[in-house]
């Protein structure tokens, strides 16, 4: 079981920026996907950016603002974000999946609060 640790959330003001990380308990190198979710309150939980077997994509929302990218000798996947703005407001998840034996598994961290000020 793959567990995940978040961190880098924060208070920022709009137009700031921040980076999260998402480190992996084992090895991310075979991991099929990973990346970040995130829900503001109200809202249901929506995907922000992603890679899935070496493509990456991105929510309209973080196109041209937000970066993706692996570190697999850290078992890491960071999330740099920035021109923050306050509907960027949200815990934000990192996620990861596995395929095993023809089985999609899906593991969660606990979030990250971001908090954007205006």
């Known amino acids: 079981q793959v567990q995940l640790a978040e961190s880098g959330g924060g208070l920022v003001q709009a137009g700031g920026s921040l980076r999260l990380s998402c480190a992996a308990s084992?090895?991310?190198?075979?991991?099929?996907?990973m990346g970040w979710y995130r829900q503001a309150p109200g809202k249901q939980r929506e995907l922000v950016a992603d890679?899935?077997?070496?493509?990456?994509n991105y929510a309209d929302s973080a196109k041209g603002r937000f970066t993706i990218s692996r570190d697999n000798a850290k078992n890491t996947v960071y999330l740099q974000m920035n021109s923050l703005k306050p509907e960027d407001t949200a815990v934000y998840y990192c996620y990861a999946r596995i395929l095993s034996v023809s089985t999609y598994y899906v593991y969660w961290g606990r979030g990250t609060q971001v908090t954007v000020s205006s």
């Open positions: 084992e090895s991310i190198s075979s991991i099929n996907a």
């Open positions: 890679i899935v077997v070496g493509t990456t």
